[in-house]
């Protein structure tokens, strides 16, 4: 007998399957996520063996970062979860206000969580050198240069964890997260501003796209801190930007879609639709007038 596509082999009378659009399957997998997110995190990186001329890894160790992990969580989740709540307040609906929240909050916890479980599993696989690792390291003297080595071999840092975190740079963990966050946010705001509607003025657009900035500096921020190479940025950025339109689209339509701000399940009577009568028009006789105006009379 065959599987029901839809339950697959639930029960279509549990509550998550009568009422789909309140996401209970996917709250749970917010909780699993949330859960696997911290052994991930700490699970010891593969080592890679290295050169100790190896001028990509020889920069300083920076002891004060520019964004350290409390900012990034301040920046790349609190804020966007701020911003939300400030433009909800002002902009929603009460026929469907409080399920809008509900729905924009979890795809921000799914989007950011699901960002950070990808992304810690990522680099602990590759294992690729920070640019500081050397500083980490504090290599034995006296040790070939051009021969392959590992921390084992070379290394004298009494720090375990500052050593095994130089193995961690590839992809951007600060990068991902920012754009997980302020990207979801971006997108999240676009929605809710109407900024694709022709009728709307382009400012709109550019305060939508602030989110995006704050997270391009926070990621460029780690090349300045020699925290990690261009392309762990890169690689960070576009995974977190990636996951957070995959999962704002999950939930909500396109932003140049007639009804943007609207989650896609969501069963409220709440449109938008701005007749063209409801714009406002020139007189046709005041706009003869004008144009009478300005043709010259001849003699």
Not at 31 to 46: C, D, G, N
Not at 50 to 70: G, M
Not at 193 to 216: C, D, F, N
Not at 290 to 295: C, V
Request: glycine letters at 4%.
């Amino acid at each position: 007998m065959a599987v029901d596509r839809f339950s697959l082999g639930g029960s279509q009378r549990s509550f998550a399957y009568r009422v789909p659009k309140w996401r209970i399957p996917d709250v749970i997998l917010l909780i699993l996520v949330m859960i696997l997110s911290y052994p991930v995190y700490y699970q010891e990186p593969f080592q890679r063996q290295f050169y100790l001329n190896d001028l990509t890894i020889s920069h300083p160790y920076a002891v004060h970062q520019r964004v350290d992990d409390s900012m990034l969580f301040v920046y790349s989740f609190i804020v966007p979860l701020a911003s939300i709540l400030v433009v909800w307040v002002l902009l929603a609906d009460k026929r469907h206000r409080w399920y809008l929240l509900y729905i924009s909050l979890l795809g921000l916890l799914l989007s950011w969580f699901t960002t950070c479980l990808f992304t810690n599993y990522i680099k602990n696989w590759i294992g690729r050198l920070r640019p500081d690792f050397l500083d980490r390291c504090q290599p034995k003297p006296n040790l070939p240069l051009d021969t392959l080595l590992t921390a084992s071999e070379a290394c004298t840092a009494e720090n375990k964890s500052i050593l095994l975190d130089g193995f961690r740079t590839t992809p951007s963990g600060h990068s991902s997260e920012s754009f997980a966050g302020l990207g979801y946010l971006y997108l999240w705001l676009c929605g809710q501003l109407l900024t694709e509607h022709i009728q709307v003025g382009i400012w709109r657009k550019y305060i939508a796209m602030l989110p995006l900035l704050g997270a391009s500096l926070v990621a460029l921020s780690r090349t300045q801190d020699y925290r990690h190479h261009f392309i762990d940025v890169l690689l960070g950025s576009a995974l977190g930007y990636i996951i957070a339109h995959f999962i704002y689209r999950v939930y909500f339509p396109a932003i140049d879609s007639p009804v943007p701000f609207k989650p896609l399940l969501d069963d409220s009577a709440v449109t938008f639709d701005i007749p063209f009568d409801a714009i406002p028009q020139q007189d046709p006789d005041e706009q003869n007038d004008e144009e009478a105006q300005t043709i010259p009379t001849g003699i």
